[in-house]
């Protein structure tokens, strides 16, 4: 996204689970996932990003990567540049290398390089600003590196320090013009003032992972009162299964990169 909130994403790059998946990183403590279940609900992911008009660009499992399938973690995407990223978790690194290979055809590249960190859950577009959360996953050396890229192709990078979840993008995404879906950890933040807030009940505080996409609306299934509070925004809403992928600690915006 740049300019105008809202852009019609055309592409977007996603991987299949490997079956050694349940072997990646999680603090959830939900239970042992499954993998025909999650295969299943994968493929229902795809098809909706097909379903609202974009090319998906099918990698292959990484046996080596057992999280490899959450690829937004590996690359920022604006329309200008793809900064390759250096994941937080030492056990992700090296992930970024084939989606590299990918971008490459695409966009002008850059790198976060070390000691710099920085996961793609941690990013958040709105507009021609860029939300950088500063988390267990993204250091400050990767926030700053990030910055600096992003400041060389004209865009304004705004640092926010995660102090709950995950990634930034486990609390705080954008559903609409000047309307963000946040959890109440982050509704009191200075840099967030100008913005609508849709502010979660803290039981529902998973479905903040929501994804604006192509004016419509993808949210977890299961959470009543936040689809009441979307419904509200006027846009389709779409409510995906995604039980396998929470737990393992991830979202919808994590399992593609979209351009």
Do not use: W
Not at 17 to 35: A, E, K, M, Q, W
């Amino acid at each position: 996204m740049i300019g105008d909130i809202e852009t019609v994403f055309t592409h977007a790059i996603v991987r299949t689970p490997g079956r050694n998946f349940d072997r990646g990183i999680t603090t959830s403590g939900l239970g042992p996932p499954d993998y025909t279940l999650m295969v299943k609900q994968h493929r229902a992911y795809v098809n909706t990003l097909e379903f609202l008009g974009l090319k998906v660009i099918m990698l292959d499992a990484e046996s080596d990567f057992p999280d490899a399938y959450f690829v937004e973690d590996t690359a920022v995407v604006t329309p200008e540049v793809a900064v390759i990223t250096r994941p937080g978790a030492v056990s992700r690194q090296g992930e970024e290398n084939s989606i590299a290979a990918v971008l490459s055809s695409y966009r002008t590249m850059e790198r976060i390089r070390a000691p710099g960190t920085v996961d793609g859950g941690d990013v958040l577009m709105v507009g021609n600003r860029f939300f950088i959360g500063v988390s267990d996953r993204t250091n400050p050396e990767g926030a700053e590196q990030l910055s600096a890229i992003l400041k060389q192709y004209g865009h304004e990078p705004v640092r926010i320090s995660v102090s709950a979840g995950l990634h930034l993008k486990s609390s705080l995404n954008v559903v609409g013009e000047n309307t963000l879906l946040l959890t109440p950890d982050f509704n009191g933040l200075a840099v967030l003032k100008h913005f609508e807030k849709i502010v979660l009940d803290d039981a529902e505080s998973y479905a903040a992972n929501t994804l604006l996409l192509n004016d419509h609306l993808i949210m977890p299934k299961g959470f009543p009162d936040t689809r009441r509070k979307l419904e509200k925004l006027g846009r389709p809403l779409i409510a995906l299964d995604v039980s396998e992928v929470q737990k393992m600690d991830g979202g919808l915006t994590c399992l593609s990169i979209r351009f």
